[in-house]
Every structure is written in C-alpha cells, then in structure tokens.
C-alpha cells in the first residue's frame, strides 16, 4: 500500500484496500497488507501492525465488518485511536 507522493489525500489509502479487493484479495488479506505485511516490509513487524501487548497501536472503530464490506473504514467511522488517546469519537 500507499505511494511515492507525500500526502494522497484523506481516504486515498483506504480506497486501495478496495482496489485489492477488486483485483482479487480477499478483505482479510486486504486487511493484512496494510497492517502487518506493511509492517514487515520495512522490518518492524514486532512493533506494528498487529494488537498484541507492547505493539504500538492507532485503532479505528468503525459501524460494521470490514471483512464482510470494506468500504466501512471509509464511511463508518466511529473512532480514532493513536498512541493509546481517543483523537475522534
């Protein structure tokens, strides 16, 4: 995920979640390469990309199942966490 700009834009980098999907992954793996296959790809997956205890985490809880429809990152937002602080409710 992501690109050789400084800033897509605000939701560009979910939309591309669902362009993986639309060429063929499955939402979970979707959802694995931007989390924990990101995190290994630069060497800090025993730091990010997974909640486990000692990872450092930002959450976003959102209104349904990104697994059943991705598109709820995007438009079901209800929260943002980032370095253990509520930032959005």
């Known amino acids: 995920m992501g690109s050789d700009a400084v800033f ?16 063929g992954m499955t939402p ?33 809880a959102v209104d349904g199942d990104p697994l059943t429809d991705i598109r709820v990152l995007l438009h079901a937002v209800r929260g943002v966490m980032k370095g253990g602080e509520l930032v959005s409710p």
């Open 8 to 23: 897509s834009g605000f939701g560009e980098n979910t939309r591309e979640l669902e362009w993986f999907i639309e060429a």
């Open 28 to 60: 979970l793996e979707a959802l694995r390469a931007a989390t924990i296959r990101g995190a290994a790809s630069i060497g800090v997956e025993d730091q990010v990309g997974r909640v486990a205890v000692g990872y450092f985490a930002d959450i976003v």
